[in-house]
């Protein structure tokens, strides 16, 4: 039933508690899972930048994900499933949904909010926004 979960990381709390979640139901389904990053677009402003500010920025944000892959993969040693990772660039919401729909993910499972709290009262969540467009069942964790 659930045999391919995606699963959308940010280095939170949240979002190690949904991996968590993830593993279990693979575990029991014999499924597998796919810990998604998503990295922001940068500013249309520092692609032209002369100083090579986009590249840093995008090499900072690329080890971040990377730290924050291992990180999950590694409180998920215990699980005997398999974990693929994948990080993309765009908006975190439309890029799962996208990934979701395109790759026929049959879950997907999310923390209720990320590293922006503040930001996700005053524009709406991802998982809000999750929830409401993507193509399948999504389990959010709490």
């Given at each position: 039933?659930?045999?391919?979960?995606?699963?959308?990381?940010?280095?939170s709390d949240?979002?190690?508690?949904?991996?968590?979640?993830?593993?279990?139901?693979?575990?029991?389904?014999?499924?597998?899972?796919?810990?998604?990053?998503?990295?922001?677009?940068p500013?249309?402003?520092?692609?032209?930048?002369?100083?090579?500010?986009?590249?840093?920025?995008?090499?900072?944000?690329?080890?971040?994900?990377?730290?924050?892959?291992?990180?999950?993969?590694?409180?998920?040693?215990?699980?005997?499933?398999?974990?693929?990772?994948q990080?993309?660039?765009?908006h975190?919401a439309?890029?799962?949904?996208?990934?979701?729909?395109?790759?026929?993910?049959?879950?997907?499972?999310?923390?209720?909010?990320?590293?922006?709290?503040?930001?996700?009262?005053?524009?709406?969540?991802?998982?809000?926004?999750?929830?409401?467009?993507?193509?399948?069942?999504?389990?959010v964790?709490?």
């Amino acid at each position: 039933m659930y045999r391919k979960i995606l699963v959308p990381v940010d280095g939170s709390d949240k979002s190690f508690k949904a991996a968590h979640h993830a593993a279990k139901i693979a575990e029991k389904m014999d499924g597998k899972i796919t810990l998604f990053h998503v990295l922001p677009q940068p500013p249309s402003y520092y692609m032209r930048s002369v100083d090579n500010i986009h590249q840093i920025i995008l090499h900072e944000a690329e080890k971040y994900a990377t730290e924050v892959m291992q990180a999950t993969k590694e409180q998920l040693a215990g699980f005997p499933i398999t974990i693929e990772c994948q990080t993309v660039i765009g908006h975190a919401a439309d890029e799962i949904c996208r990934k979701a729909r395109e790759e026929n993910f049959d879950l997907i499972v999310i923390g209720s909010r990320g590293l922006g709290e503040l930001a996700g009262y005053i524009m709406g969540s991802v998982s809000n926004r999750v929830v409401r467009h993507a193509p399948c069942p999504v389990l959010v964790v709490r």
